[in-house]
């Protein structure tokens, strides 16, 4: 199939960087162009000043639907909030404080988990009648990646060194925050952690390294094919391609102003946003298991 003709095929993607988060056409390289959706903090007539705050340093985007309505779940790190917002009219259905969150997850039955880092290391269970007041929290050290396995009934999430895994039952929130395992990973800063949905398994980067876990087994071996790429801070894997789409700390920044796409054949496309510092991309698909 033509280069071209496989990229119309693929679902958009996500981008957060700054105060905002965009959606952007699958097929624009290396300029990504204008986006197909766009919100920022700074102009959102839902949030005051205090709040608009929170959401300076975004740091993760995830499509998600509730209640009907397709969604965006972001989290900022920084002075730190966690929001869903809506894309049919941009409306924030929910917001919460949450200093340096790092991930966020919406659950069954209207539960939003999030997780901070530094300044609050905390996993937090919001529900979203409640508005920003949480209904409990735990302490997690350098708290990142968040992902529900709806199979398994798992809330997977990354702390420092470790992946751990709490068991969810919705009608008694995490079950008292019952801890069903804790996978010690080979290094610390646990950082993104995202489904494949092509290959199986969780994608997780390190202070150093990308690496899968398998849900089943709990076996933890080498993300191969970005074995040999340092900093990266988020990867997505295309459903139906196996496009993996990701991003790295460059210049010594932990940002970057540039998106990268690996095809199947190991050929490495590069997508620029100038005078951006950009930390997430993901695939415009399901991040849950």
């Known amino acids: ?20 988060v965009e959606l952007f056409a699958p097929d624009q390289h290396p300029r990504m162009g204008d986006p197909l959706w766009a919100w920022d903090a700074n102009g959102s007539p839902d949030l005051d000043a205090e709040r608009r705050a929170w959401f300076q340093h975004m740091d993760d985007v ?4 509730t209640s009907g309505d397709d969604c965006v779940l972001v989290t900022s790190s920084g002075a730190g909030g966690v929001a869903l ?7 924030v259905l929910f917001s919460a ?10 659950l069954p039955g209207g539960w939003i988990a999030a997780a901070g880092s ?10 979203l ?28 999430i990354c702390g420092s060194d470790h992946v751990f895994a709490y068991k969810w039952e919705t009608a008694r929130a995490l079950k008292a925050w019952e801890r069903v395992h804790a996978i010690e990973l080979p290094e610390t800063g646990a950082h993104d952690m995202l489904p494949d949905p092509h290959h199986g398994g969780l994608v997780i980067t390190t202070g150093s390294r990308v690496w899968r876990l398998d849900p089943q087994t709990q076996v933890l071996a080498p993300f191969v094919p970005l074995e040999r790429v340092p900093e990266v801070k988020s990867v997505s894997v295309e459903a139906r391609s196996g496009y993996i ?16 796409v690996l095809t199947p054949d190991a050929r490495l496309q ?20």
């Open 85 to 91: 917002i809506r894309l049919d009219d941009k409306h």
């Open 97 to 106: 404080p949450l200093k340096n969150a790092h991930s966020a997850e919406l």
């Open 118 to 127: 530094t300044g609050s290391d905390v996993l937090r269970l919001y529900h």
């Open 62 to 65: 995830k499509p998600v639907a």
């Open 270 to 289: 590069v997508r620029q946003l100038r005078g951006r510092r950009l930390y997430k991309v993901r695939w415009d698909q399901p991040c849950s298991l």
């Open 129 to 156: 009648e409640d508005g920003e007041t949480p209904r409990h929290e735990v302490p997690l050290e350098h708290g990142h990646g968040a992902v529900f396995d709806a199979r398994r009934g798992l809330l997977w």
């Open 1 to 20: 199939m033509a280069e071209s003709a496989r990229q119309s095929l693929l679902h958009s993607l996500w981008i957060c960087g700054d105060s905002r």
């Open 245 to 260: 789409a990701f991003t790295k700390g460059e210049g010594g920044h932990w940002w970057s102003e540039n998106v990268y």
